[in-house]
């Protein structure tokens, strides 16, 4: 599908400036990022892949918690 998009001349410039230095076409930047947006904006998608959502952590690995006794006490002045 084909329509026609209209910009001001600073987005404009910059896209093609953008374009040239990634080695892609303005069209397929655009592309790119309305793809991007309906992702993560329109369809509900929070941007995380689900490998990231799914994931309910290592079962043999300690809780991070476990550590805060080894934490050291802040000094009474922290910018001192």
Do not use: Q
Not at 15 to 23: E, I, N, V
Not at 31 to 42: C, G, I, P, Q, S
């Amino acid at each position: 599908m084909n329509f026609n998009l209209y910009l001001d001349d600073k987005t404009a410039k910059e896209l093609d400036k953008t374009a040239r230095k990634l080695g892609e076409t303005r069209s397929g930047l655009i592309r790119k990022a309305v793809r991007e947006w309906l992702d993560k904006k329109a369809l509900g998608n929070p941007g995380w892949p689900p490998a990231v959502l799914e994931w309910r952590g290592a079962p043999d690995f300690p809780a991070f918690e476990s550590y805060r006794d080894e934490l050291l006490a802040p000094r009474e002045n922290l910018f001192a």
